[in-house]
């Protein structure tokens, strides 16, 4: 499923000590993401690339916690992670996405760390 245009959230609220990012939509529609979920799948240059060849499979970031939540004019925010990733620009289209397609998006996530021999406690990128 692909999110809709126009997903506005009415609420962004971290809890859980920054592990966790409450997003919920005006539509209704409400998500618990992660930190380290929102981390690995940064929509940055770095992690995605320039080109689906260049994307990177980030490990290790089990424990990783979010530091801030800085607005990007009216359509995203930036994420300042612990580990001092903050290169990400997290639309509010993208957001959405990445709570419709939690599930699938997860799944191919931990099994491309097992293709590459990293898992979700020693950091690594491959």
């Known amino acids: 499923m ?3 245009e126009g997903q506005w959230p009415k609420e962004l609220r971290l809890t859980e000590a920054g592990r966790l990012l409450k ?3 005006e539509s209704g529609t409400a998500f618990d993401l992660s930190a380290e979920y ?3 799948m940064s929509p940055s240059a770095e992690v995605q690339g320039h080109s689906p060849e260049e994307r990177k499979t980030v490990g290790g970031k089990r424990n990783v916690a979010i530091l801030g939540v800085d607005p990007i004019g009216t359509y995203a925010v930036r994420l300042t992670f612990d580990d001092l990733h903050s290169t990400g620009i997290y ?3 993208f ?10 998006r997860w799944a191919a996530y931990v099994a491309e760390l097992g293709e590459k021999g990293l898992d979700r406690d020693r950091p690594g990128e491959k």
């Open 38 to 40: 929102l981390r690995v």
């Open 2 to 4: 692909k999110a809709s």
């Open 95 to 104: 957001l959405y996405d990445l709570g419709v397609n939690y599930p699938e």
């Open 91 to 93: 639309s509010w289209d």
């Open 23 to 25: 997003v919920d939509f």
